[in-house]
């Protein structure tokens, strides 16, 4: 029996040493299973996704401001003086931009703000701008600002033809025609926009209806009669509504 005894003792002495490294594993088993909850819980935040404002097209270049200078030559500044509001409503109200007229260096100065919507809007002052000095009315140049597929073809007599003295005057005569009739026709036949400026020629207009009014006005350089060319431009007017 005595020994019996000792077993039993030396049995409840190893419980008593087991019991301690029992709960530190069991501290462990708590801390294991806090932390899964956590991981859960994390997920399941990380499932949400985060929302932000989009960025403005400040933000998105940078927040660096851009800048175009449009050359003012001098025998369009009275004209530009005298349209200035007209010019400066639709580029500072309606494209969010900032315009200015710098006397010294004669030059329209267009930059971007905070507030412009669109980074793309700087171009298109740039080039309303430009039609206008070109010597397109307000009313049509402002069509640059409103529809994407417009755009301006320059080019001069001598690049069709080389003409000198008299027979550049009668050149100039059969482009524009009596009052301007011939180059008013080609204009609405082809729904386009066309300055005479000395030997210039400057189109406003689509792709498609600037290349109709340009083979006209060169079969008047090459000396085509204006009922010639009244009678072609009849037939590629009647095509070209036909493709719309």
Request: one cysteine or more.
């Amino acid at each position: 029996m005595p020994k019996a005894t000792k077993k039993a003792a030396q049995a409840d002495d190893i419980l008593q040493e087991a019991a301690p490294m029992t709960g530190i594993e069991a501290g462990t088993e708590e801390g294991e299973q806090q932390h899964a909850a956590g991981a859960a819980a994390g997920a399941e935040q990380a499932g949400l996704k985060p929302k932000f404002a989009p960025l403005s097209s400040y933000e998105q270049n940078g927040k660096r401001i851009e800048f175009r200078r449009v050359p003012v030559p001098q025998h369009r500044m009275t004209p530009l003086k005298n349209n200035w509001l007209a010019l400066y409503k639709p580029v500072t109200e309606n494209l969010k931009l900032d315009m200015r007229m710098n006397l010294k260096t004669r030059k329209v100065e267009i930059k971007t703000t905070p507030a412009t919507p669109d980074s793309g809007n700087l171009q298109r002052a740039a080039d309303f701008i430009h039609a206008y000095i070109l010597g397109f009315e307000v009313q049509d140049a402002i069509a640059l600002l409103r529809l994407d597929d417009l755009y301006i073809e320059c080019f001069e007599v001598k690049d069709v033809k080389t003409l000198r003295g008299e027979h550049m005057a009668r050149c100039i005569g059969r482009m524009s025609g009596k009052n301007g009739k011939t180059k008013f026709t080609v204009e609405n036949a082809t729904r386009t926009r066309i300055v005479l400026a000395d030997t210039r020629i400057h189109i406003l207009g689509s792709f498609q209806n600037i290349r109709a009014a340009r083979d006209s006005i060169c079969a008047l350089i090459m000396g085509s009669p204006a009922g010639k060319v009244y009678s072609k431009l009849h037939s590629v007017t009647t095509r070209l509504s036909q493709s719309y």
